[in-house]
């Protein structure tokens, strides 16, 4: 092989390799925000803290975000701009089926459907919402 077709390699294995360690942060708006318990707490004051992080591991367990910065989401976070962050350059055409995943998930835990209930301005909050309504029933 000629010398630019191993740099070619060289460089394309770096962004691979990249792409798996640095993997799974929040979209850099989300990932630079401070700790949002606070915010899950004043918005459900009856919620335990548990269960804000029982739903919200499950969330960034659907989308593969490392689980030390699902509390920096926030009640009112859309769904879909959470989505949008991260499939924001137009090469990305071909999601992960972060909502498919959500869906199941969300389906087994609560026993509610997510299609029943989506919106494209559906929030973390107002999902959370109908989590709480479902373990009350």
């Not at 294995?13 to 798996?20: E, N, P, Q, S, W």
């Not at 699902?70 to 350059?89: C, F, G, N, T, W």
């Not at 087994?108 to 209930?117: G, L, M, Q, S």
Request: net charge positive.
């Amino acid at each position: 092989m000629s010398h630019p077709t191993w740099l070619t390699l060289f460089a394309l294995a770096v962004l691979i390799l990249g792409g798996f360690v640095g993997g799974g942060h929040l979209p850099k708006p989300f990932r630079n925000r401070s700790c949002q318990g606070s915010s899950w707490r004043r918005t459900f004051p009856s919620a335990s803290k548990y269960q804000i992080r029982e739903f919200l591991s499950l969330f960034v367990c659907a989308f593969a975000f490392n689980e030390s910065e699902r509390l920096k989401l926030k009640p009112s976070d859309s769904m879909l701009a959470i989505y949008r962050a991260v499939y924001s350059r137009p090469w990305q055409q071909a999601d992960a089926l972060e909502f498919e995943t959500l869906s199941e998930d969300f389906e087994k835990r609560y026993r509610v459907k997510v299609e029943d209930i989506w919106r494209n301005d559906l929030t973390l909050g107002e999902l959370f919402s109908y989590a709480l309504a479902a373990r009350a029933a």
